[in-house]
């Protein structure tokens, strides 16, 4: 109980590192978000692929494909033109605080998915340390087939 001070110095020291870390993150991805918000109605202005091709389906699907393509280059072209622009409070610009974000991987932006397939006669096997018993092999056996 001696060093009480102590901890609890070093837990507020840890939590205000922590909140300095998440901040980039935070700032960049309200940026980026507002800048998606932007591309999204510029795009709404287009006129829908209704009203340019009314009676086919196949063009409007394709108009829909362009505009979607249109919408994600508008959205990166915002995003280079305002690398330069003072985030959190004037402190940062978004270059900077992009580099200083936390990285993500695959899995925490939903883009890996994994299945793994354990083969139970395997770990039957392994469990019962490779036993050369043949009963045993032969009644592992005769359930796997």
């Excluded at 508008?74 to 409070?89: G, I, V």
């Excluded at 998915?113 to 009963?135: C, F, H, P, Q, R």
Aim: hydrophobic fraction near 45%; proline fraction near 1%; glycine fraction near 4%.
């Amino acid at each position: 109980m001696q060093l009480k001070g102590l901890v609890r110095f070093f837990t507020f020291a840890l939590i205000l590192i922590c909140l300095y870390q998440l901040s980039f993150t935070w700032f960049v991805r309200n940026h980026e978000k507002s800048m998606e918000a932007k591309a999204a109605a510029w795009v709404k202005k287009l006129p829908t692929a209704q009203s340019v091709y009314p009676n086919d389906k196949e063009q409007q699907f394709l108009y829909n494909d362009s505009v979607s393509d249109i919408q994600k280059a508008y959205y990166k072209r915002l995003l280079d033109s305002t690398k330069e622009t003072k985030l959190a409070f004037g402190l940062t610009t978004y270059a900077s605080a992009k580099e200083k974000e936390l990285m993500l991987g695959l899995d925490l932006q939903g883009g890996m998915s994994v299945t793994m397939e354990v083969g139970l006669d395997g770990l039957i096997k392994s469990l019962a340390n490779y036993t050369k018993d043949a009963s045993f092999n032969t009644a592992l056996n005769n359930a796997v087939a």
